[in-house]
């Protein structure tokens, strides 16, 4: 059973470029969450998505990002017109469901480098 | 809204035992679960406690207790590997649904 997949694992992108980060969750799993860890830093929620439904997005910025979890495909964070401060890990996890059991697994994150 | 406190940093013997506390405030409170999280690698689940009482797994063991919004990790005969940091996180009522919040982390250092 394949684990949460993320790729690109690395991505350097120049300021005012688009970064597109996609994650597939773990088999199986309907649930997906999206965190920011800058360095020697704690892990900060972003958004959490179900299939084609963003359920709560009060962690990420109201300019340039937005997240989506289609039926068909991964999920994708997107970043517009990247700045240096959005140079971080981004970090992808998935649950099968949101029971009070449910663990959220993580994938391998990508590291944003923006130049 | 959700807050979680844990020490920054902590430095233990390698082959000693040493204890992470973690305090928490939630509503509406549905688990709590620890990760641990290498240098540049993702976070992975270590434990879940929902009950009052003591998890064993191993070398590591988690403690709960709801009343006193207090849990703690502890790891035996560590290892030099078990330097890493580890992220308590809670599970709680917050914008409708039952929302997991992390800890900043504790970052340990085991030393020879």
């Known amino acids: 059973n394949a684990g949460v997949m993320q790729n690109p694992r690395h991505l350097v992108r120049r300021r005012g470029q688009e970064a597109r980060l996609r994650c597939s969750p773990m088999?199986?799993?309907?649930?997906v969450y999206w965190y920011r860890q800058l360095p020697e830093e704690g892990l900060k929620f972003m958004v959490y998505?179900?299939?084609?439904?963003?359920?709560?997005e009060s962690g990420m910025p109201k300019e340039r990002f937005s997240a989506e979890f289609p039926k068909e495909g991964p999920s994708i964070l997107r970043i517009q017109q990247v700045v240096r401060g959005d140079s971080a890990a981004y970090f992808c996890a998935s649950s099968p469901r949101q029971g009070p059991t449910d663990t959220q697994y993580f994938g391998p994150g990508t590291r944003l480098t923006v130049l | 809204g959700q807050n979680i406190d844990q020490p920054t940093e902590m430095t233990a013997t390698e082959g000693a035992i040493v204890q992470i506390n973690c305090t928490y405030q939630t509503s509406g409170f549905n688990g709590l679960f620890w990760y641990q999280q290498h240098a540049g690698e993702a976070p992975t689940f270590l434990s879940y406690?929902?009950?009052?009482g003591l998890e064993e797994k191993g070398r590591f063991s988690s403690f709960l207790s709801r009343s006193k919004g207090y849990s703690y990790l502890l790891l035996k005969e560590l290892q030099m590997k078990d330097s890493a940091s580890y992220l308590c996180a809670v599970r709680g009522s917050s914008g409708g649904y039952q929302k997991v919040t992390f800890g900043t982390g504790t970052k340990l250092q085991v030393i020879p």
């Open positions: 406690n929902v009950l009052d």
């Open positions: 088999k199986g799993h309907s649930h």
């Open positions: 998505l179900q299939k084609e439904n963003i359920i709560d």
